[in-house]
């Protein structure tokens, strides 16, 4: 679990909570589902340009795939890598479903939680100098949504075990800003919402 290189930071995520931090263009973040069948939403911006921020569309589109693993990188609005995944032990990360919020849930289940991912990004976004704007369609990592021949998708159970985790290096410097996800009405956090690992690490 521990990485080879040299420690920038090393932070637990209290379930349900969120978190950001600066990652030098060529360090790597690492995302330690600690528990398994955890549900990390990610954003990432250009530190020094938050208008260049990740981009969905652009991510699904250049390399025609849905779902991320190792060797797959998180494209940006202007379609320049922003994030590159180069270790993955779990794969099949989601791009499409985007954040769980109070009104989305209380359309699909009429009921919310507690706390919610958009709530999380805008507060941890807020530290930087952003709004609710820069809160845009995210990658889901160890959320698992298949989507059928008939176009239907849903969350169901993650594959994630215990200590999986996936390495992104920074293609140039990046603000990644993350909500341990919340959601406890569908199936992202498994049996329920539990802490995550981010380690910022300088490959040796």
Same mark, same amino acid.
């Given at each position: 679990?521990?990485p080879d290189?040299?420690?920038?930071q090393? $932070? &637990?995520?209290?379930a =349900? *909570?969120?978190w950001?931090?600066?990652?030098?263009? %060529?360090?790597?973040?690492?995302?330690?589902?600690l528990?398994?069948?955890?549900?990390?939403?990610?954003?990432?911006?250009?530190?020094?340009?938050?208008?260049?921020?990740?981009?969905?569309?652009?991510t699904i589109?250049?390399?025609?795939?849905?779902?991320?693993?190792?060797?797959?990188?998180?494209?940006?609005?202007?379609?320049?890598?922003?994030?590159?995944?180069?270790?993955?032990?779990?794969?099949?990360?989601d $791009? &499409?479903?985007?954040? =769980? *919020?109070?009104?989305?849930?209380?359309?699909?289940y %009429?009921a919310?939680?507690?706390?919610?991912?958009?709530h999380?990004?805008?507060?941890?976004?807020a530290?930087h100098?952003?709004?609710?704007?820069?809160?845009?369609?995210?990658v889901?990592?160890?959320?698992?949504?298949?989507?059928?021949?008939d176009?239907?998708?849903?969350?169901?159970?993650g594959?994630?075990?215990p200590?999986?985790?996936?390495d992104?290096?920074?293609?140039?410097?990046?603000?990644?800003?993350l909500?341990?996800?919340?959601?406890?009405?569908?199936?992202?956090?498994?049996?329920?919402?539990t802490?995550?690992?981010?380690?910022?690490?300088?490959?040796?």
């Amino acid at each position: 679990m521990k990485p080879d290189g040299q420690i920038v930071q090393d $932070t &637990i995520i209290a379930a =349900c *909570s969120p978190w950001s931090g600066r990652i030098a263009k %060529g360090d790597v973040l690492r995302l330690i589902d600690l528990e398994g069948q955890q549900a990390i939403d990610f954003l990432c911006y250009n530190a020094d340009d938050p208008q260049e921020r990740y981009h969905a569309p652009n991510t699904i589109k250049i390399p025609g795939q849905i779902y991320l693993g190792k060797g797959s990188s998180l494209w940006s609005v202007r379609a320049r890598k922003l994030m590159t995944i180069i270790e993955d032990t779990c794969g099949g990360h989601d $791009t &499409i479903f985007g954040c =769980c *919020s109070f009104a989305l849930d209380e359309v699909r289940y %009429g009921a919310t939680n507690p706390r919610c991912c958009q709530h999380n990004f805008e507060e941890e976004l807020a530290r930087h100098g952003m709004g609710p704007r820069d809160v845009v369609p995210n990658v889901n990592f160890f959320m698992r949504v298949p989507v059928a021949a008939d176009g239907q998708a849903m969350i169901v159970e993650g594959l994630s075990k215990p200590g999986d985790y996936v390495d992104l290096k920074a293609d140039m410097d990046v603000l990644a800003v993350l909500s341990n996800c919340p959601e406890a009405l569908n199936p992202a956090t498994g049996s329920g919402p539990t802490p995550v690992r981010a380690i910022i690490y300088t490959p040796a």
